[in-house]
């Protein structure tokens, strides 16, 4: 069955950097898209990017290009996501989710979700 | 502040017929080439996608759930309401100023 797992929650401080991870399995990892979606505490989800496996070309939010970074690694399955000088407000549960179409938004597996809690 | 407005509740009795509104604009629902995209949220839980293009459900959502677009607003409607049903719902769709897709604020479905 199609699984993605994401790594452990994380706690950083403003100014540090994270990264999560997204392991898929069930399924052939480059033929689907991936996007990372984050939602902070009580907010509605916000659209971060996404990756495509195949080749790995990326398209970030106008919000946090700049200080985000997709990448993945074919021969493990797995995509990662990094984010750079963190801020409050950063603070939020990040999921990857795959994508069934090209161009569209329809996610149909996601990730459990990482909560990233950025705290001096 | 989202660029879709979704009322931030919404509520029925079993049975009932609910519909939840997404107001947009020219740039984002009311593009013609672009579709709106409805997600199911349980608390706790990553979000499930209900609708896609519009009015399209993927295999295994309920026929009960179904969504409609018209100009810059889209619609999810519930018939036959159940107390399951109660969870967050989000519009989604993308936006050609901002170039980015975006999400509504949400609505809260209670069952009554």
């Known amino acids: 069955q199609v699984q993605l797992v994401q790594s452990g929650a994380e706690v950083k401080k403003p ?14 990892f480059a033929s689907y898209a991936l996007h990372w979606v984050r939602q902070a505490p009580g907010q509605s ?6 990756i495509t496996t195949a080749n790995g070309n990326t398209r970030y939010s106008q919000k946090l290009k700049g ?22 407000e950063d603070t939020a549960v990040y999921y990857c989710a795959r994508l069934v179409s090209s161009g569209n938004l329809d996610l149909d597996y996601w990730g ?3 909560l990233v809690t950025v705290s001096s | 502040q989202s660029v879709l407005t ?22 984002n629902i009311g593009s013609e080439s672009e579709y ?15 609708i ?10 309920p026929d009960r759930f179904s969504g409609s677009k018209s100009g810059t607003s889209a619609s999810l409607a519930i018939s036959g309401l159940r107390s399951e049903d109660e969870a967050d719902y989000y519009c989604a769709t993308w936006d ?4 980015d897709w975006v999400f509504g604020g949400g609505t809260k479905l209670t069952v009554l």
């Open chain 1, 15 to 28: 100014g540090a950097s994270v990264r999560v991870s997204c392991k898929a399995s069930g399924y052939t």
């Open chain 2, 96 to 99: 050609d100023s901002l170039s």
């Open chain 2, 52 to 61: 896609h293009r519009n009015d399209q459900r993927p295999s295994g959502v």
């Open chain 1, 67 to 88: 200080r985000v970074t997709f990448s993945r690694d074919t021969s493990a399955s797995t995509a990662y996501m990094e984010l750079n000088n963190l801020r409050s």
């Open chain 1, 45 to 50: 989800p916000e659209w971060v990017g996404w």
């Open chain 2, 36 to 50: 709106v995209f409805w997600y199911q949220q349980f608390a706790g839980a990553a979000p499930k996608l209900l």
């Open chain 2, 6 to 27: 979704q009322p931030p509740s919404a509520s029925g009795t079993p049975g009932q017929r609910v519909t939840i509104s997404c107001s947009g604009s020219r740039s």
């Open chain 1, 112 to 114: 459990q979700g990482t």
